[in-house]
């Protein structure tokens, strides 16, 4: 039996088990604040999440996404192709950029389903058998006719013109080879297998509506000898070592719990978030839009950060004590991290930005911050955490790099800082109810909006031309 074949089995396996079950998101609800009342928890998802559910069994499948392609790319390109798709038909919001209008009865679910596999047989091609079968599967329940058909071409068009809205966008330029600086506090390879650091182009990469990827870049971190480094050495140290005393067993726990791809959980807590308020298809196709529009700019972002500042990880700056010139720092040769280091730089800490990130994004949605739920976590089987808050969530899961010995305290207020400043720009730019000028005058156009995700004009467009997307790095 081939590798592929394993992987494709096992793919195959998850997404089983998915369809077999479908009204149990892996983020498991246990109770809700709710705008509306006596929302249930054990309504089917709808198409949105399935299909969210699908790309996220997918990213899963290891080889399935490219090693150097970032997978928030491919959940952006996904949502927003399906976000474009709903819209089009029910013409409530504005364009993320390819604006066509769709018959008001074509189907939204068609249109869901139409996208997200004309996106992810493009993005994962070595797929297809099995996403043709899920949307066979999704097509299935609605009935023949031409609303069916107006909805599939919608999705369709709209897969379409994103991915080439997206196919110049850098990210498959090689990764540039690193190499470490020689001073105090210059980000070296970490132990113990000192692999080279990892998506050194991704702040290359055009972001999907930020304008550039520094747009929000953080001030440099504190020098190496001023309290705050020497607060946040002293914290890390006895905290984030693999056999501390001062870490109590729950925060080891944390520490452990959030170690997966942190845009998983967070895709996750949105599907538990959407199941209790009730939410629509179209408020769905909107809400995983933003989402995850959010977190590939944010992912952007906090890579022009960290190699901008290229600042070193704990286990290093512990090592290496005697070098740093602070006299308030001690070095241990032998200090190890209860986790096996992350290959990027320090600054920002990444789970800190994308979780500050998913938090601001729910909370402005769903306009409130009330929610009781449980999640689940992919390396510590069995194991849930709950919350009363989307902000408790995020804040436990930048302070987990802390207790896991891979950020400092400046890393994690760094990241939410830069977190909640994309998703303030992000949903205050985007998807928007009502029309701006690309100065941010407010007005009624007769035409679709002029302006591009990025602020920048456009040409305007009711036909279904391509419309040059503008790089801007």
């Not at 029910?90 to 139409?114: C, G, I, M, Q, T």
């Not at 590939?296 to 700056?317: E, H, L, N, Q």
């Not at 005697?322 to 070095?331: E, H, I």
Request: charged content about 15%.
């Amino acid at each position: 039996m081939t590798r592929a074949f394993i992987t494709l089995a096992a793919l195959l396996a998850i997404l089983t088990l998915a369809s077999a079950a479908p009204a149990r998101p892996i983020g498991t609800l246990a109770t809700a604040s709710s705008r509306h009342t006596g929302a249930s928890t054990d309504v089917a998802p709808d198409l949105v999440i399935q299909w969210n559910q699908i790309l996220l069994g997918i990213l899963r499948t290891p080889g399935a996404q490219p090693a150097t392609v970032h997978p928030t790319r491919s959940l952006a390109i996904t949502h927003v192709a399906i976000y474009d798709a709903v819209n089009a038909i029910d013409r409530s919001h504005a364009a993320y950029l390819v604006k066509f209008e769709a018959p008001p009865d074509a189907s939204r679910e068609a249109a869901v389903a139409a996208a997200a596999h004309g996106t992810l047989i493009e993005l994962f091609p070595q797929l297809k058998a099995m996403l043709d079968e899920r949307l066979s599967e999704s097509l299935a329940p609605i009935p023949d006719g031409p609303g069916k058909r107006e909805g599939i071409h919608a999705g369709e068009r709209a897969a379409e013109l994103i991915l080439a809205l997206r196919s110049n966008d850098g990210s498959v330029a090689p990764p540039p080879a690193y190499t470490p600086g020689t001073s105090p506090g210059d980000y070296q390879l970490t132990p113990p297998n000192f692999p080279q650091p990892v998506f050194t182009h991704w702040a290359h990469v055009t972001p999907f509506v930020l304008k550039s990827a520094d747009q929000f870049r953080p001030a440099p971190p504190p020098a190496l000898t001023s309290s705050e480094y020497t607060a946040a050495f002293q914290e890390v140290k006895p905290l984030g070592a693999v056999g501390s005393a001062s870490r109590s067993p729950d925060q080891t726990q944390i520490g452990k719990f959030w170690a997966a791809p942190i845009q998983n959980y967070w895709n996750e807590i949105a599907q538990t978030a959407s199941l209790a308020h009730g939410s629509t298809l179209t408020e769905n196709a909107r809400l995983f839009a933003l989402l995850n529009l959010t977190f590939a700019d944010a992912v952007i972002a906090f890579y022009d950060g960290k190699y901008a500042y290229s600042f070193w990880r704990p286990v290093t700056a512990i090592r290496a004590a005697d070098t740093d010139g602070n006299p308030a720092t001690v070095a241990d040769p032998s200090w190890t991290p209860l986790a096996v280091t992350a290959p990027d730089p320090s600054y920002p800490g990444a789970h800190s930005v994308m979780s500050a990130a998913g938090a601001t994004i729910l909370r402005s949605f769903f306009g409130n911050d009330n929610l009781v739920f449980s999640i689940r976590s992919e390396v510590l089987p069995g194991v849930q955490r709950s919350f009363d808050s989307f902000t408790a969530a995020s804040e436990e899961a930048g302070l987990s790099r802390i207790y896991a010995g891979q950020h400092f305290r400046f890393d994690h207020s760094s990241g939410q800082e830069l977190g909640r400043n994309i998703a303030s720009y992000v949903s205050g730019r985007a998807l928007e109810a009502s029309r701006a000028g690309c100065d941010g005058r407010r007005r009624t156009p007769r035409r679709p909006s002029e302006c591009g995700p990025n602020g920048l004009p456009v040409a305007a467009y009711y036909s279904n031309e391509i419309v040059p997307y503008p790089r801007l790095r």
